[in-house]
């Protein structure tokens, strides 16, 4: 106390209009300080209020344009600078269905339909040719809807299908593989497709592929039995892995370093109901981790015709910079970050096939015979082919309608994202007639073989001994974030990190001040106003060390 009068405090809102000033006239960001000062006219103030305005919005919305471009495109899918060499990754598998699905004298298809539309075929007479009809109409291009409406699950139908199928020494005439006469029976390996019973080449074993525990145990998908040597998805061969690898790969291009095939049709097995008149094989190429599904993609080798396939691999591999983003935002997933009930490997194919299957279990309540199964689920009859068909339509609407909306991070009903490392093969045919028959009277070996067959030639090559990969890596990283927003705000506003440390000492530091000197203020002696004693010394009062308050009195300052 000094004159027996207390000092007035400053009020919370007179200290942030102070401290509000006093940022305005310090501050190092452009325009503020034309909001303050009594010598500018009130036309001047709110002229550039409006400028800090517009210049505020316009840097927001930039950057929140920069932001969202940081969101959705951090990936960018690039060349590789260098060439790479083909024995750094597996030669492609080789599925191969004949359209002739049965032997003549284990069912002759043409009859026993004839007999069903005549209606002079029995079921409970003949169980078993009406078994083997109906899983036959499981693989043929036509289905019997209409008269077959009670079938409403066929569990035996893939042993059936097992024990009508063309012997695998009735379709093979011999196998060239790196420029060598191989075994056919020991390279190509039954396998269950929607075709039916296939045979594919340099496929994985179903141990190394297929989660067998999660799966039913009534009978194999893929007959093939050797594990994987030296070779993984995301890292190719080992270094040092010379000739023990599995899945097989080639040294080079061409022919000499590929798969020659022969492959025969026995004309007394020929049926054209069910194949639609096209008698041939149909053959997929695909990776060796990919459960072969010929429904999506496959080209036909007709009889008498020699089908050469140029293949050029097409591989993506993801940076190590990339690996820190979700996978929504990398737009891939790495083996370990998305698990499959039935598969052990990851790849976009093998999720949209599970997915497939979940989903027709469950508007159906039974799957598609060729489809990996848990040990509960049931196989689709004849009257439940309408709806696996359409489950799958579904599905694909689904993938269509996300695509359509373009929701910026969105998930589709399957969430099957590629995979971080993905191997594909572009394959280029050429066709022409092959003269087999001009072989006959030098072919003593084969002389035997050759009477009453048709023959057909595939050889599957790389056109080039080397390729150059996709690289999927960092396009827009938080680096680049942040000097695209300090750019901004540096055009817009002047501001830089100096400026935001300004801000932060105006927000906290400031006030602290202020708050711990008003606390401990000490109180003085008033003085009676210059004005009642008319000095004329009062201006140097002023300078002296004085302050005037709101009502005209003077004290220490």
Known sequence: MYGGKQVKLHSYWQDAKVLARDFCRESSIHGFKYLMGSHRALIEKIWWFAVTCISLYGCGSLIHNVYQKWQMDPVIVSFATKPVPVF????????????????????????????????????????????????????????????????????????????????????????????????????????????????????????DLLRKEGLHNEYPYLAETRPIVNWTLDEGYSPDATRGVYPQRVLGSGISAGLNVMIKANLSDMDYLCSNTFQGFQVLLHTPHEYPQLSQRHFRVPLNQQVVVSVTPDIVTTSEDVKAYQPHRRQCYFDNERY?????????????????????????????????????????????????????????LSNAKMIVNKSKISKDKCDCLPACSTLRYHSELSQSDFQWTK??????????????????????????????????????????????????????MGISILSLVEILYYCSIKPLVIWWKGMNLTPVKQITPIAEYKNPFASKILHAGYKSDVVGKFYLK
């Open 88 to 207: 750094r990754i597996p030669f492609p598998s080789v599925t191969i269905c004949p359209e002739i699905k049965v032997k003549m004298d284990r069912l002759n298809f043409t009859q026993i339909y004839n007999e069903v539309i005549e209606g002079t075929l029995k079921e409970q007479m003949d169980g078993e040719r009406v078994g083997k009809l109906l899983a036959m109409l499981q693989v043929c291009d036509f289905v019997l809807y209409e008269v077959f409406t009670n079938e409403t699950f066929d569990d035996d139908c893939v042993r059936l299908l097992q024990q009508m199928k063309i012997p695998q020494n009735e379709l093979f005439l011999y196998c060239q593989w790196r420029d060598e006469n191989v075994n056919c029976s020991e390279k190509f390996r039954p396998t269950l497709t929607e075709k039916g019973i296939c045979y594919t080449f340099n496929s994985l074993s179903e141990d």
């Open 340 to 396: 499959l009930r039935f598969f052990r490997i990851y790849s976009q194919k093998n999720c949209e096939l599970e997915c497939l299957t979940n989903y027709t279990l469950e508007q159906c309540g039974c799957v598609k015979f060729s489809m990996p199964r848990p040990a509960d689920a049931r196989i689709c009859g004849l009257s439940k082919i309408r709806c696996y068909k359409r489950a799958a339509v579904d599905i694909l």
């Open 439 to 492: 072989m006959i009277p030098v072919a003593k070996a084969y002389r035997t073989e050759l009477q009453g067959v048709q023959l057909a030639n595939l050889v599957v090559l790389f056109r080039d001994a080397g390729f150059i990969p996709v690289v999927r890596r960092e396009l827009y990283g938080s680096t680049d974030l942040l000097a695209n927003c300090g750019g901004l705000l540096g055009l817009f």
